[in-house]
């Protein structure tokens, strides 16, 4: 393991990130924060939601600015620089093992997530803002849940950026991102999903579920939630798995 | 001290097509029916066992799909052999990539450039990825952009730039980390006769600094020019070995006369190998069985009632007269006559029976 090269990917990336800064902010912000407006003051103010909406919406929003920042920031480039422009190979040819590079890449897009849900979550409670009730009744779980699912974000968008093709981009977030998004329990909690058995079995499969439902818990415990153990080891077992995939993957485009 | 390069048996068998040939750049396309159909083999590389000496330019010579690309590529670690060895120095690519990777500086044949960077950004951040020290890679990457004549762009994003800027700038990144052995794969594809003699110049310089130098080229002119030892390898396996004027001697007589003719006969053929000066004498419908695509041509040829000699000579021009008075005697309609000096084109039209322009 070479530190200096591994150091050295990591300040490109940050580099890239702060002159895209702009970008980055409204690709990843905007619609989330149009959502909070939208669904948490204009629907609860005019009273077609009840006030605790607000409540239970906030957690969700801060899974999914956190999850589709990390899968964006690593999959996307990845998509192209292995295939289209091959601006990955500067990086393949550095004095480090292969693998190292896909952990770069995860190292970085985790960072990037986590300082998404460190922005939206003071965002987010600003336009909410009367009448949301977040707590921090225990950080130490928090900051676990955070973790968790920034690495989840990071290791899914090596795994996805590795394996789709730049012409499949369109599809992947028609077939991959969208149900994920709408299924995530990101608009509502789990235990809505109750009067759709079947369909509360399925979504258990979507990791986005766990990152709301653990937002939720750690957030706003008096809202319905899964228990955090069961979230925190799902997230686990999907943060393995994804890295697992993801550099297979990565490794088998990288050498031919 | 200077690197030497050495590969054993090295062979490589895609499963898939082969990717696009650029080296140090290779990425195997993600095949997602890859699965479903049966998978096509496809050699590339058959058995090329090579030496490059420390210090020496060394070029590989061949036609398109020959195996040049994916012989760099298994140098550079970006291609997994499927059976044989590659060293670089005395560390075996495949187990020791990090070490070799140190060693090496690889200019790709389709530009790689990292578009997210400036020119100057570039070469500073491979320098980094080197762990080469802050001030030293910012005087590099001074140094080699004001060599390459990039230094008014050097802040400026690489998505603009034309071809010849971006094939520099590949070059002085290449260098940045003061390589061993510094690997350039058609490194004048696409360039202008400025760039080209600029490139050459540096390459020779590079050289000069006790590096050693393994290029890939199918233009004849660049290698001769370039290179103090050659391989000329076709459908993945060596072909010829040597410097250039040793492969050229190598030419039964030196002279390529390509002769076309209306009819001819085995008389006419006969009567040709016994002119003077005459050392070989090969009719196309035997010289190019070898491949497919020379025995479309030749059923063409024949549909047409053309036939095609090839005679090597030690004389050139002073053969004509002769040549005309033969086919005149033996009933054949001279067509067409062509006659090339001593190249390394003939020999490559000599071992393989085709041009290395097909």
Redesign the interface.
């Known amino acids: 393991m070479n530190w200096k090269t591994f150091g050295a990917m990591l300040a490109r990336d940050a580099h890239v990130a702060r002159r895209n800064a702009i970008q980055l902010f409204l690709q990843t912000f905007l619609q989330p924060l149009l959502f909070v407006f939208v669904f948490g003051r204009v629907m609860v103010g005019s009273g077609y939601m009840p006030a605790m909406y607000k409540s239970l919406l906030l957690p969700g929003i801060i899974a999914i600015s956190m999850v589709f920042t990390g899968i964006w920031a690593v999959a996307m480039p990845l998509i192209s620089e292995f295939q289209f422009t091959r601006e990955i190979e500067d990086r393949l040819l550095a004095p480090i093992g292969v693998r190292w590079i896909a952990i770069e890449k995860v190292i970085a897009g985790m960072l990037q997530a986590l300082v998404a849900g460190l922005i939206v979550i003071p965002m987010a409670w600003l336009v909410l803002r009367p009448g949301v009730d977040i707590s921090m009744h225990a950080p130490l779980t928090f900051v676990a849940v955070i973790v968790l699912v920034a690495t989840f974000s990071a290791c899914g968008g090596l795994a996805l950026g590795c394996s789709i093709n730049q012409q499949h981009i369109g599809l992947m977030f028609g077939m991959v991102i969208t149900p994920m998004i709408f299924f995530g329990c990101t608009y509502y909690p789990w235990s809505a999903l109750k009067t759709f058995p079947i369909l509360q079995k399925v979504v258990l499969i979507n990791p986005l579920v766990y990152a709301s439902e653990g937002m939720r818990a750690t957030l706003v415990p008096q809202s319905p939630h899964l228990s955090i153990i069961a979230v925190l080891v799902a997230l686990l077992f999907f943060d393995a798995l994804l890295l697992l995939v993801g550099l297979r993957q990565f490794e088998k485009k990288a050498v031919s | 001290m200077a690197v030497g390069v050495r590969t054993q048996d090295l062979r490589k068998v895609?499963q898939s097509s082969?990717?696009l040939g650029?080296a140090?750049?290779?990425?195997?396309?993600?095949d997602?029916k890859g699965g479903k159909q049966p998978k096509a083999e496809v050699p590339a590389l058959n058995g090329l066992s090579l030496e490059v000496f420390p210090g020496e330019i060394f070029g590989l010579l061949g036609p398109n799909g020959a195996g040049k690309s994916t012989t760099v590529?298994v140098l550079?670690?970006?291609?997994?052999p499927t059976s044989g060895q590659a060293w670089i120095g005395g560390h075996d690519v495949w187990k020791e990539?990090?070490?070799v990777?140190?060693l090496?500086g690889?200019v790709?044949q389709?530009p790689?450039?990292?578009?997210?960077?400036t020119a100057r950004?570039?070469l500073v951040?491979?320098a980094?990825?080197?762990?080469i020290a802050s001030k030293v890679r910012n005087d590099r990457a001074d140094a080699l952009l004001e060599k390459f004549k990039l230094t008014e762009r050097a802040h400026q994003m690489t998505r603009g730039f034309s071809g010849g800027m971006m094939q520099r700038l590949s070059i002085a990144?290449a260098m940045m980390h003061d390589p061993e052995v510094l690997f350039l794969d058609e490194p004048s594809a696409g360039l202008d006769p400025q760039t080209r003699i600029l490139l050459w110049e540096i390459i020779r310089e590079y050289h000069q600094a006790g590096k050693t130098v393994l290029l890939t080229t199918h233009n004849m002119e660049e290698a001769d020019a370039l290179c103090q030892r050659l391989a000329i390898i076709d459908h993945g396996h060596g072909i010829a070995l040597g410097t250039p004027a040793e492969l050229k001697a190598s030419i039964p007589g030196g002279y390529l006369l390509r002769l076309r003719f209306g009819n001819q006969s085995a008389d006419l053929l006969q009567r040709l190998q016994a002119l003077a000066g005459v050392r070989e004498v090969r009719s196309l419908d035997s010289a190019a069985k070898g491949t497919a695509e020379s025995s479309a041509q030749n059923a063409t040829k024949s549909e047409q009632n053309h036939a095609g000699v090839d005679v090597y000579a030690d004389r050139g021009g002073s053969l004509i007269p002769e040549i005309a008075n033969l086919a005149a005697q033996t009933g054949a309609e001279l067509s067409d006559v062509h006659i090339s000096e001593p190249s390394l084109e003939n020999l490559f039209l000599h071992h393989t029976g085709r041009s290395l322009r097909d």
Do not use: C, M, W
């Open positions: 895609y082969p990717p650029a140090g750049g290779f990425i195997a396309r993600g997602a590529g550079t670690t970006r291609v997994r990539q990090a070490q990777k140190r090496i690889v790709p389709r790689n450039l990292d578009f997210s960077l950004e570039i951040f491979h980094a990825y080197f762990g990144r």
